[in-house]
């Protein structure tokens, strides 16, 4: 993993008017209405909301995890909202790092083996698979734990794993579910820092929703959600 910084991109994220909207029954939900937002590369991007706010619709469409039902979503130049199940599968194992708030670690497998696991699933050649997993975990500082499981280690250090898993494949983008919330206060601060650091070592781009206000102490940008509207920048 070097640490060269990428192209700067001015249109790494583009939401033009992003509508979702859910059916419950008879009862149709807008859980987003109307979105639109720019990011650019190197950005630290907090999407802040009370429950409900539709901070989750959202980052699963920049995911690529769901599909907008009105509006684009283009990440590094490609409309996402316009391709299949299998494209946008493609895309986001390529393209896209995910960091989850209960860390999302195979338990048994070791640190090594959890963050090599990406680059196993797009069939890196094994020279590569050392030389890109040890990068990763030496940048998140545990590459002296990298045989520990994850019961093995404590709620900073799997996050840790989590993010050098996020960071292994080198991605345009890393999209964080409340990422600290599982952590005490001093080991998030930690955490955060940790992120924050990543975007000026390597260029990456970080989207975070969360209620966590030492996190958005960090942001280079911050939206407010509010039933599903982007009420401030």
Known sequence: MSTHQKPIDPELIQLE????????????VQALRGVSLDVRQGSFVVIEGLSGSGKSTLLNLIGCLDYPTRGRV??????????NDRALSRFRAERLGFIFQDFNLIPMLNAYENVEYPLRLKGEAKAQLRRRTEAALEAV????????????????????????????????????????????????????????????????TFIIATHDPMIA?????????????????
Do not use: W
């Open 17 to 28: 008017e992003v509508h979702k909207d859910y059916v419950c029954g008879r009862r149709r």
């Open 74 to 83: 283009i990440i590094a130049g490609k409309d996402t909202s316009a391709m």
């Open 141 to 204: 500082g545990l590459i002296d734990m990298a045989d520990q499981r994850p019961a093995e280690l404590s709620g900073g250090q799997c996050q840790r794993v989590a993010i050098a898993r996020a960071l292994v494949s080198q991605p345009d983008l890393i999209v964080a579910d409340e990422p600290t919330a599982n952590l005490d206060s001093h080991t998030g601060e930690r955490i955060v820092e940790l992120m924050r650091s990543m975007v000026e070592r390597f260029g990456a």
């Open 217 to 233: 102490c960090h942001a280079t940008h911050r939206y407010r959600l509010r039933d599903g509207r982007m009420v401030f920048e």
